[in-house]
């Protein structure tokens, strides 16, 4: 099944949504795991924003997008300049991403404590400076 724009955009909210749950059930790990992953959606739904039905992408480009890399991910939506340039300008979006890129998709193996899963979802979520909320700008 091939996921549309909307449906990643979707599913960033849900996963989000997720990880509240989980952290508030004192599933510390799961829920961190899962809130990494709502940024992840998130910025797929920005690279598929790209997609123009009269350009076929680059054969290189389908599977290089196929990751988990946030920073990465980044790059293929075609927000590095951009994020560079919020990220100088805005003090606390800079704080927000700094604590989300060290999410990967290894955080399914590490232990959180209740401190860093809620951190997390704060910097995904806390609005207007919240990784989310800067995302959903370009998706």
């Known amino acids: 099944m091939a996921l ?10 849900r996963r989000m949504a997720d990880a509240k749950v989980l952290i508030d059930g004192g ?4 829920g961190y ?4 992953y709502s ?4 910025l797929k739904a920005c690279v598929a924003n790209l997609w123009k039905t009269e350009a076929f992408p680059e ?26 340039v919020d990220t100088t300008a805005n003090a606390a979006l800079f704080g927000c991403w700094d604590v989300v890129l060290k999410w990967t998709e290894h ?6 404590s209740e401190a860093e899963a809620r951190k997390l979802c704060e910097a995904i979520t806390t609005s207007p400076d919240g990784v989310l909320s800067w995302i959903k700008r370009y998706w």
Request: charge should be neutral.
């Open 4 to 13: 549309t724009r909307l449906d990643l955009q979707s599913l960033a909210d």
């Open 59 to 84: 054969k290189s480009f389908v599977p290089a997008a196929y990751i988990h890399d946030l920073k990465k991910l980044i790059d293929l939506a075609g927000l590095r300049a951009v994020f560079d």
């Open 33 to 36: 795991y899962v809130a990494g």
């Open 107 to 112: 955080s399914r193996y590490d232990n959180k």
């Open 27 to 30: 599933r510390y790990d799961a």
């Open 39 to 42: 940024v992840e959606c998130g």
